[in-house]
């Protein structure tokens, strides 16, 4: 049974860091792409930042998140994390992380595999 659990998220200031980690299990996991998604009340779901598989190279980030966002992953531990630094409130959503089969970066959602339930993220001024 493949599953993916988000954790890390909660109350930041503007400016401020925080690191979002995405648990798997049940897959293969260097043969998927690992994308990670939010989605703002109101507002529909977008990719923020991807990363292929391992036999691939590339890498996605949407131009809101470009330079504050870092995706990577950890195939001995099988975790996907997104490091987010220099908040702003804008980023206030629900992340949600997602897996996508011998996937590149695409960052497309109707491509992810598997999703996971989210977590929320709270950028307050």
């Known amino acids: 049974q493949v599953q993916l659990a988000e954790s890390g998220g909660g109350l930041v200031q503007a400016g401020g860091s925080l690191r979002l980690s995405c648990t798997t299990s049940?897959?293969?996991?260097?043969?998927?792409?690992l994308g990670w998604f939010r989605q703002a009340s109101g507002k529909e779901r977008e990719g923020i930042a991807c990363?292929?598989?391992?036999?691939?190279?590339?890498?996605y980030y949407a131009d809101s998140v470009k330079g504050r966002f870092t995706i990577s992953r950890d195939n001995v531990k099988q975790i996907s994390y997104l490091q987010m630094d220099s908040l702003k409130p804008e980023d206030t959503a629900m992340y949600y992380c997602?897996?996508?089969?011998?996937?590149?970066?695409?960052?497309?959602?109707?491509?992810?595999?598997?999703w996971g339930k989210g977590t929320l993220v709270t950028i307050s001024s």
């Open positions: 997602a897996a996508d089969r011998f996937g590149g970066a695409s960052c497309t959602e109707r491509d992810m595999d598997y």
């Open positions: 049940g897959l293969n996991f260097a043969a998927y792409a």
């Open positions: 990363l292929s598989w391992v036999g691939r190279n590339t890498t």
